[in-house]
């Protein structure tokens, strides 16, 4: 909004038409860092006080009067159809209107949610599964292991990775496994849509509008500026509401459609319908051989990743897959900062019928933990202390090698810990920002992996800090949120299907596993970047990296509470 002196005030776009008419600058002059009024200083969040009294700013919170509530049955296999459906009992339950067929699966209306829940649940319901996946994850864990010693698509070749190793003093190597994992926002999925036949109008959380509007009036048989979207805010969307094919939406859209009146229709997933309801972070598998000469230098790295791709077969895959290579499967490890001289990188990938997509940091989640806990492992193969190994590693690499030291000054490292305490440290650069952390650890066989995080130092460099307390307030939620998922979290299948349903299967982050955190921000002057995503990476290799400097231990198979995670 803009405003005046005089007190007159206009709306961007209500002056965007006459300031489109002005000459444009060939040359503008900058504003001064020194005239700066809001960038570098914190200023509360205008949320803060509407989320805080749990006032009606959700989706889950919209009331349309006559609204109807949807609820969806759709197939226990990924790739399951329907093939017949019996609604005699469903239509039974007081409160639900009808049962339709959607291309989603079985829909029942209902006038309030529990009755949609109530009466979904009464259907009775037999699947084609002719076309479905029905791996579990043992079959997959097979496939992928037997892919890790077999040759791939190449990405980031340089010199020769298998001379070096061959002429290595020691070679250093491990096998890393990943789980699929859920978003598991706190906020199911939900859509309000209003449908007269020519326009429509949606109420959602939504991180990818564009392809949501699309998707709308592609289903409903619209143009696109027919379909009015409206964004709220999201419970948690952590890249779920970002979704290539906008499925949520686009269910909405099938069941206004078949409903066929002007009536609005909200359609609420359940926390089951969310846990089991696909669209993970990918499983993945890597496997790492890394060679050093006699006097501790890395001379060769071969780095063999397995999982499956999220581009292929989307509207992104263009720009993201090039020569059978999804960038998002090897990014952090293709480009590592790191002076590694001869390497060869692999990728496999994997066909599956579970639907992925992006989980907050994307690659990163699984490509930061492999390098930076093989670092450590190099560094006590060689006798080296793990943030001097770094160091050495990024002499061409300022802004890696500052927060790196930045962090590792206000944790102190170096100074000596308690008997059953340590320490450890990660830096990783993603969305074009630098993050270093140090996580100090207890030894603690109750608690959850076999340790407790007292601590995380996070330095940053994210160029320009435009809110300082938002960027603390991101590191310490990606933080949260990455190390919350490797304590004890894994989507897993039996069948094809899903095995966990809610929280007490899939547990989120405790207010008693959260460590304390204190952020350190690097004051730059160059373009400002990516904080939302970046704390996450480093969090679990930091932690990882200071469970093995106390037990000798390393996790390689995540959660932490995974059988066989220690090696």
């Known amino acids: 909004m803009l405003k005046h002196t005089s007190g007159k005030s206009a709306s961007f ?9 002005l000459p444009v600058p060939t040359k503008p002059t900058l504003k001064d860092p020194t005239r700066f009024t809001y960038i570098g200083k914190s200023f509360p969040r205008l949320d803060v006080k509407s989320k805080t009294v749990g006032a009606p700013i959700y989706a889950l919170d919209v009331q349309r009067d006559d609204m109807l509530v949807a609820a969806i049955a759709r197939p226990p296999k990924f790739g399951g159809t ?11 339950v007081n409160g639900v209107v009808d049962v339709i067929q959607i291309p989603a699966g079985i829909a029942v209306l209902a006038r309030s949610t529990w009755p949609a829940f109530k009466g979904r649940d009464a259907l009775e319901v037999e699947w ?18 037997a892919r890790l010693d077999q040759k791939g698509k190449a990405f980031g070749t340089r010199g020769d990775a298998a001379g070096a190793l061959a002429g290595a003093a020691n070679v250093i190597e491990g096998e890393f496994e990943f789980p699929f994992l859920a978003h598991a926002p706190m906020e199911p999925h939900d859509v309000v849509i209003e449908f007269d036949g020519k326009t429509a109008e949606i109420w959602t959380g939504s991180q990818l509008q564009t392809v949501d509007q699309y998707v709308a009036s592609k289903t409903l048989g619209i143009k696109v500026p027919d379909v009015k979207l409206h964004t709220l805010w999201a419970g948690g969307s952590f890249g779920r509401r970002a979704i290539y094919d906008s499925h949520i939406v686009g269910e909405a859209a099938q069941i206004a ?14 926390r089951e319908d969310d846990i089991k309801g696909g669209y993970y972070r990918p499983m993945y598998m890597h496997k790492v051989k890394a060679g050093i000469d006699a006097d501790g230098n890395i001379v060769g790295w071969q780095h063999t990743i397995v999982g499956q791709s999220i581009i292929t077969g989307t509207p992104f895959e263009k720009a993201l897959v090039h020569d059978g290579i999804d960038h998002t499967s090897v990014e952090g490890v293709l480009g590592t900062p790191y002076a590694i001289p001869n390497f ?3 990728l496999h990938t994997m066909k599956v019928g579970v639907p992925v997509l992006w989980w907050r940091s994307v690659g990163h989640t699984h490509t930061a933990y492999v390098m930076e806990t093989m670092l450590d492992d190099i560094a006590k193969a060689a006798g080296r202390d793990p943030l001097e190994l770094r160091l ?8 890696h090698a500052a927060v790196l030291k930045l962090a590792a000054e206000k944790a102190g490292w170096g100074e000596p810990m308690a008997p059953g305490r340590a320490r450890g440290v990660a830096v990783h650069e993603s969305f074009r920002s630098y993050v270093a952390q140090v996580a100090e650890i207890t030894v603690d066989a109750e608690a959850s992996g076999g340790f407790k995080v007292d601590r995380v130092v996070c330095a940053v460099d994210c160029g320009l800090a435009v809110n300082p307390d938002n960027i603390a307030a991101q590191m310490e939620g990606g933080i949260g949120y990455g190390l919350g998922h490797a304590i004890r979290n894994a989507i897993t299948l ?31 002057t160059e373009a400002p970047t990516g904080v939302g995503e970046p704390g996450t990476p480093p969090v679990v290799p930091a932690v990882s990296n200071a469970y093995f400097a106390a037990t000798g231990v390393r996790k390689r198979r995540l959660p932490f509470t995974e059988e066989g995670s220690g090696a």
């Not at 776009?13 to 008419?21: F, I, M, R």
């Not at 479905?132 to 292991?145: H, I, P, Q, V």
């Not at 039996?494 to 690097?522: C, K, L, W």
């Open 494 to 524: 039996t069948d094809g299907e899903v095995d966990q349903s809610n929280f007490d299967d899939y547990e989120p982050m405790r207010i008693t596993d959260m460590p304390a955190v204190e952020t350190h921000t690097v004051a730059s």
């Open 344 to 346: 060869q990188g692999d």
């Open 392 to 399: 050495s590693l990024l002499k061409d690499k300022p802004r």
């Open 13 to 21: 776009g209500e002056v965007a038409s006459d300031a489109a008419k």
């Open 128 to 145: 084609d599964f002719s076309k479905a996946e029905t791996r579990g994850t043992e079959e997959l864990r097979k496939e992928y292991r």
């Open 257 to 270: 459609k078949a409903w066929g009146r002007k009536q609005p229709i909200k359609v609420q997933w359940s």
């Open 82 to 92: 329907v093939k017949s459906f019996d609604a005699t009992a469903a239509k039974a």
